[in-house]
Each structure stands twice: as C-alpha cells, then as structure tokens.
C-alpha cells in the first residue's frame, strides 16, 4: 500500500459513483465542491480496510457484497454534530409556549408523544426528556422516540454515557447533578430519564405513518443535507404525523418551504415553530 494516496486516486467517474451511492443511501447531496469533504473522510476506511485507493473502495461498494465497507462509508459521510439544549431559544419555547397548551390540554388523559427525528447521540431526545420532567410531569405516560439513519450512532444515544467535554456543552450544571450518574471519567443519563425516551433506527426518507401521532416533532438539522425534492416530501410526512395542533421545530437554517398550507409558522422568542392546522 503507498504511504500516501493522492487525490488523484479518485476518478472522475468513480466521483460521480461515490456521490450517487452515498445520495441513495442516505438522501445527503454531495456536490464537485465537496471532493475534499470525501476523501478526507473516506481514507481512513481505505486505509483499515488495507484497499489501495478511493477507486479500489469504489469497486468494493460496486460488488456490493461487503457490508461493512457500505454501511462505513454512509457513516463517515454523516453528520452527528449535536449538544444538550442545542440553541436554546428552541426548548425555551417548548417551556413557555408549546407544553403549557399541552398540558392543559392534556390534563385528562395526561399522555404526551414527542419525537426526535434526527437524534445523533441522543442528547436532544433526553434534553426533551429533562425539560419534561423539570415541568412536574412525572406521573404523565410520556414517549420520546428518537431515531435516526446511523445504528452506530444509536448504540451511543441508548447508553446515554457522555464525555466530560459533552455535558460541558450547553447542560445547565444543576441538571447534570440531578438526571446523571458519574461513571469513571464519563457521566451516564439516569435510569429514570432513560425508561422515557427509546431509540430506534429509521431513515426519514420512509414513510412515516406508523410512527405518529406525535405532540412535538424536533428534525434539527438534518434537512440541510437533502435536496428540495426530499426535503418538501420529508415536510409533508412529518406534518402528517402531528396531531392537529401539534408542533414541528426545525433547526435555526431550516424551512418548511410552502408547505404552509399544513403547517402554520409561529414565532415564539427569538425562533419559530410550525403548527399543525
Ligand atoms: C447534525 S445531526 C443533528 C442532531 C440533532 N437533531 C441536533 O440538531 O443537534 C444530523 C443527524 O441526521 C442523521 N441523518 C442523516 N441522514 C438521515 C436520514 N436519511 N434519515 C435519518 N437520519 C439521518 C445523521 O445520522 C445525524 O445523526
């Protein structure tokens, strides 16, 4: 194997191969612009994978007989950056606004369903979770679904085991001392907040139908890295799986489009929602 790979090991055609497969299996749009995004990426699999170059990875996928290869390359392309209470203008309005209409509405039954649609290592779903039980509601029947495409990335989200640099990121201190248990140099999610919230793989680009309904819907930062077409069709299933009167909260770069005929756009704070009608 050479020291080094040069750029050059890539081709032209095999370029257009590598955009198509990581586009079909994940919906991400990578353009000419995002070579070096590839390759830096991409290498490393090369390399452990003991193949010559980013032509030699292409031919493997092309057989399509080595699992393992096929599922690294989605992964390495993905994005997973994520944080507790990631923006915080969101959750604010979660707190303010969207749950006490909720609760009102729900003081009978006192059931709530939310979702996290693009979950990464799961600190959004469980900065849900904490939110929820910081508003009194313990003895509600509360489900946090949270999903996504990576399956390795939800081994981490179900563990719920972060790095000291991890809570550090956007955890007030006094919810750390209260919903985390110090494991070694690592702090893991309680139980209690864990039994509400279940992980499970799924691509956005399915149908959606038998997931919902849900209350809240949370697809932060995801859409970004779709194209138009599957954006609008993402948009349309997810609005589909609220309750009349339910909540989609998108991340600070994304839209619903014209898809308002469905989903009603509220400002709260410094953000906005979508709301079903
Ligand atoms: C940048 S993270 C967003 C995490 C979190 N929502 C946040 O805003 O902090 C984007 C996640 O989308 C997931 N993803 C990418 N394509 C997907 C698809 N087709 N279906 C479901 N999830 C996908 C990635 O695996 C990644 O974990």
Known sequence: MPETISSASLGADNYVFLTDYIHKESGIVLDESKRYLIESRLLPI????QLDSLDGLCAVLRTRGNVKIQRQVVEAMTTHETLFFRDVAPFDALRT???PALIEQRKVFRTLRLWSAAASSG???YSLAMLLLEMGLEGWNIQILGTDLSESILERAREGKYKQNEVNRGLPAHYLVKYFDRKGLDWQIKDHVRRIVRFEQFDLRQSMRAKGPFDVIFCRNCL???????????LSEL???LFTGGSLVLGGTESTLNLDDRLRRV??????YYQAV
């Not at 970004?224 to 993402?234: A, C, E, G, L, N």
């Open 46 to 49: 090369v390399r452990q994978s």
């Open 239 to 241: 609005s589909g799986t």
């Open 97 to 99: 606004e969207i749950l």
């Open 123 to 125: 600190q959004e779903a």
């Open 267 to 272: 400002v709260a704070g410094r953000t906005v």
């Open 224 to 234: 970004i890295y779709f194209d138009m077409p599957t954006r609008k069709s993402i």
